[in-house]
């Protein structure tokens, strides 16, 4: 029987889990099923799940979220001080990296056709992020601000740091759900290692747990012959949202492996 009797998840849509049914939370597009719900079940625990899709590590600790016409208050605020349990996902929009990809995605396709062109020219100006030491080093201090939060409001939580399941890997491909150049592959690759980079200097400054996501997904990525996430959604409306994202068979993964390491 498990030790832990209260799980609670912070983080962004990596770890909502938009697009997954049962939506729990439109509003926060958050799933039934993503990998705190999954690991919640397994370790027979009660769960407060906080994830909000959108957040930051500044809107996880104090600052007010909006996404779209609705607002969420910092999600440390939820946070019960007797969680025991208490996982991280987050990081990435601070560092622009589903947004961007999500972006010139849709530029893409828009450009494809001729009519959509210019459409897709101002929809994908801004092209790939630029990334540089001090981007990294903010998330990292981002997150580790995130653990340090987490420490005063929940002084006898174990603090697991859970990172991005891989998105873009060695067989990812233009299709019509990857539709990128090999160097914009290449470059959200680099972005992947350079977010994978600041989850590992925000556990070794904090000594929080880090869950190596995006290393035990290396193999899942788009192109893949299982991939843990989903590519581009169809609709420019609604489901759109679970681009790039995990998929459900992603954050069963997750959950096993954080199961595998709290419990055995």
């Known amino acids: ?4 009797r209260h799980l609670a998840a912070l983080g962004s849509s990596f770890a909502a889990g938009p697009g ?21 079940e397994a370790l027979n625990a009660e769960l407060t799940d906080l994830t909000v899709s959108g957040a930051t590590t500044e809107t996880i600790v104090d600052k007010e979220q ?13 946070l019960p001080a007797d969680a025991d349990l208490v996982t991280i996902t987050a990081g990435g929009n601070d560092l622009s990296y589903i947004g961007s990809m999500l ?10 056709r001729r009519w959509s062109r210019i459409i897709g020219d101002v929809v994908g ?15 990292a201090s981002g997150l580790a601000r995130v653990v340090e939060s987490v420490r005063a409001r929940a002084p006898q939580a174990r603090i697991l740091l859970v990172d991005y399941l891989t998105v873009m890997g060695d067989q990812t491909a233009f299709t019509s759900e990857t539709p990128f150049g090999p160097v914009e592959v290449a ?6 290692k350079q977010l994978a980079l600041a989850f590992g200097n ?26 843990w996430v989903l590519g581009l959604q169809p609709s420019p409306f609604g489901s759109t ?5 995990p998929n459900a068979a992603g954050m069963r993964a997750v959950a096993a492996e954080i199961h595998r390491l709290v419990v055995e």
């Not at 972006?103 to 494809?112: D, V």
């Not at 470059?187 to 992947?192: E, K, P």
């Not at 925000?202 to 299982?226: F, I, K, P």
């Open 241 to 245: 949202g679970a681009s790039f994202h």
């Open 20 to 40: 997954i049914a049962p939506i729990v939370d439109s509003r926060a597009m958050r799933s039934g099923r993503n990998y705190a719900h999954v690991l919640a």
């Open 202 to 227: 925000a556990a070794a400054t904090t000594g929080a747990e880090l869950v190596r996501a995006s290393e035990l997904s290396a193999d899942h990525a788009l192109g893949s012959a299982d991939p």
């Open 187 to 192: 470059a959200f690759r680099d972005l992947a």
């Open 66 to 78: 909006r996404l779209l016409w609705r607002k969420f208050r910092p999600q440390l605020e939820g």
């Open 125 to 139: 100006r801004k092209g790939l992020p630029e990334i540089g030491p001090a981007d990294v080093k903010g998330a």
């Open 1 to 4: 029987m498990s030790k832990y």
């Open 103 to 112: 972006r010139l995605a849709w530029a893409n396709r828009l450009r494809a």
